[in-house]
């Protein structure tokens, strides 16, 4: 079923109600906790949150849950640009750009940029479920494992650009966060492989610990080091960003907002690839690509725009076949299945109310969550000036309690500790943070998909230049190599902290 | 290590002796079922990665000379400073079953704080109850997440 503007403004004078409004703001708000406070993520607030919904109609239950999802990955820039927690994988661009600006003193028009782009990509991109929902669905079904092995290598290929000038350590980087994913029980098989007898690593090592680690821990001990008085002294002249700004970040929040839409309709898709691919997408339209990893304004708008245009883009294989393409809308689904309703085709068949009546609320639900964080925004700017002996530790505590809270596991805090030493020795030597955090993420689904593909291909690699789509990411992958390869082997110069490559 | 060449050199060597250890652990991985992708392949693939990556760089770090940078090491109250900084999140971690959630932070936090700035052990003791408060109350009870209580507030 198709699009009509009937069925929209049936919708919003649904979502208009005074009920539906004051539940989409419950719902910001907490949201918007979620992903400020350490230690509670999108899926486990939904998760805790979905059986005290009970007392309320369907359609306002699940308004309150998908304002409590986008609020969340509103709320999640803020650590990242404050204190250099970014406590998802996909706010990790985000914290490398954020963090530099706050340390400049602009972490005022640094979150309000984040807020304005979530706006923009979260407001454009349901525009695009409310038009093309039903159509835009059959574009994730044409997805096979082929074309997300593709999807996932031309996602590795990135850490040529992430790597600046030093690109054999950027492939250590990533070869050593490849080493972290692959610890534990093979996806496939269920073999036990490099735990070397420990029963404790069969469950491998979350990627949290280890971004925690490497940005949170690390620059705890750099501070520390370096007898840091507050992250930025700066005199905070402005909270709002400049014209210049703004006009900075339009095109990247709109390239930002297409990229991080489509790609989020792919199940498994998760805005932790988008928003790297995003990010390196506007690092080679930049103006300014030196600018990247010392903050960078448009780097930090499109991370933002690419983060929220694939939460929205979310819902449409949700609602179209019942299809979660994250783990927080696996979550979502349970809530919808709680309340008899059966995603599908037959969704906006049967329940056409409900369907236009949570989309209308999203348009309301962006514009509540623009007004209400920037208010907010000279709260959290404060934060940067407050003295780095008191910081510093409710850093670690911080830190501390996000990783325990993801598996409940002590192992994870351990494998924090050490990760935040392995990042502070790679920021001494000169090591490119980011392609180990994309490594560790991307490991398994990588893994998965090639195991997946060789097992329709019958073994042979081929299949990966033989389907048109993953045919035109592997050659994006392949030139993206090749171009850094040229380059490295032009630059006879050494392995050094390179300007462009901090992280 | 004081210099960026040497560092390199040195680090290059470790990677490639890691590399060869992943090579030698991949090899130990038993298949079980038959699978177009074998359980050792990508382990196998990324310790070949590691050796080559590592081995090229500390080469390319050798043969490289002139241009240098000088590492920027802490001194020595800055080792000291890191080292009691990263014991101090290692007994947090080991506190914090033991004693739970919200007594390990308060000893943490105390401990850091004062640690971090002497005179302040006033300050300290304030800002660590109300974390405690807060880890107890909104995690603990409010959200009720799987976080260590403690004996005291089991």
């Not at chain 1, 486990?44 to 359609?59: D, E, H, K, M, R």
């Amino acid at each position: 079923m198709g699009f009509s503007f009937d069925y929209l403004f049936q919708g919003f004078s649904i979502a208009l109600t005074w009920q539906n409004l004051f539940w989409a703001a419950v719902g910001c708000f907490i949201g918007t906790l979620v992903g400020v406070l350490p230690g509670i993520g999108p899926v486990s607030g939904i998760a805790i949150l979905l059986p005290l919904t009970t007392v309320l109609p369907a359609t306002s239950a699940i308004i309150m849950m998908a304002s409590i999802y986008y609020g969340a990955m509103y709320g999640g820039s803020t650590t990242a640009i404050v204190v250099n927690i970014p406590g998802e994988a996909s706010s990790v661009p985000t914290a490398m750009e954020g963090y530099e600006l706050a340390k400049q003193g602009r972490a005022g028009p640094a979150l309000a940029i984040a807020a304005i782009a979530s706006f923009v990509a979260g407001t454009l991109s349901v525009i695009a479920l409310t038009f093309f929902a039903p159509t835009l669905a059959k574009f994730a079904v044409v997805f096979g494992p082929p074309e997300y092995f593709a999807l996932m290598f031309m996602g590795l290929s990135l850490v040529i650009s992430l790597s600046g000038r030093a690109l054999l350590k950027g492939i250590i980087s990533m070869a050593l966060g490849l080493t972290a994913g692959l610890i534990g029980q093979d996806p496939l098989t269920g073999a036990e492989r490099l735990t070397f007898g420990s029963v404790t690593l069969t469950v491998g090592v979350d990627f949290i610990a280890i971004i925690v680690g490497l940005f949170a821990i690390s620059e705890v001990m750099i501070n520390v080091e370096q007898r840091l008085s507050s992250i930025s002294k700066m005199e905070v002249k402005s909270w709002m960003p400049t014209w210049t700004d703004i006009k900075q970040c339009t095109g990247a929040t709109l390239r930002a907002s297409t990229v991080g839409f489509l790609l989020g309709l792919l199940p498994g898709c998760a805005p932790s690839v988008t928003s790297f691919v995003a990010y390196d997408v506007e690092k080679r339209f930049s103006k300014h690509p030196e600018l990247f990893s010392h903050g960078a304004m448009d780097g930090l708008a499109a991370t933002e725009a690419s983060n929220n245009a694939t939460s929205t883009a979310g819902f449409v294989p949700l609602f179209s076949f019942g299809l979660p393409t994250a783990p927080s809308m696996a979550v979502l689904l349970g809530g919808l299945m709680m309340y008899g309703l059966q995603p599908g085709p037959m969704l906006f068949v049967q329940n056409p109310d409900f369907v236009w009546a949570v989309i209308a609320s999203m348009y309301i639900g962006n514009v509540m969550l623009l007004v209400l964080n920037l208010p907010l925004i000279g709260l959290w700017v404060r934060i940067v000036r407050i003295p780095f002996y008191i910081l510093g530790p409710l850093i670690v505590f911080c830190a501390l309690v996000g990783t325990y809270s993801v598996r409940f596991q002590t192992f994870d805090i351990w494998i924090m500790l050490l990760f935040g030493v392995i990042g502070y020795f790679m920021r001494k030597l000169g090591f490119p943070i980011a392609p180990m955090v994309l490594a560790s993420v991307l490991a398994q689904m990588l893994e998965t998909s090639l195991g997946q593909s060789l097992l329709i291909s019958w073994g042979s690699p081929w299949i990966f230049f033989t389907r048109p789509i993953s045919l035109v990411f592997m050659v994006l992958a392949f030139l993206s190599i090749g171009r850094g390869v040229w380059a490295q082997i032009k630059a006879k110069a050494p392995e050094v902290v390179t300007d462009d490559a901090e992280y | 290590m004081k210099t960026q060449r040497v560092a390199d050199i040195v680090v290059g060597c470790g990677i490639a002796l890691f590399g060869i250890l992943i090579i030698y652990a991949s090899t130990l991985i038993t298949s079980g079922t038959p699978h177009k992708l074998p359980p050792q392949t990508f382990p196998m693939v990324v310790g070949i990665l590691l050796l080559l990556c590592g081995s090229g760089l500390a080469l390319k770090s050798w043969a490289i000379r002139g241009v240098d940078f000088t590492i920027p090491w802490p001194d020595g109250e800055g080792v000291r400073t890191l080292f009691v900084v990263i014991a101090s999140i290692a007994c947090y971690i080991v506190l914090l079953n033991r004693l739970g959630l919200p007594i390990a932070s308060f000893l943490y936090i105390t401990f850091s704080i004062w640690y971090l700035k002497r005179s302040k052990w006033l300050l300290a003791i304030v800002i660590s109850l109300i974390t405690a408060a807060i880890s107890y109350f909104l995690f603990i009870r409010l959200l009720a997440l799987s976080f260590p209580a403690g004996p005291f507030l089991e």
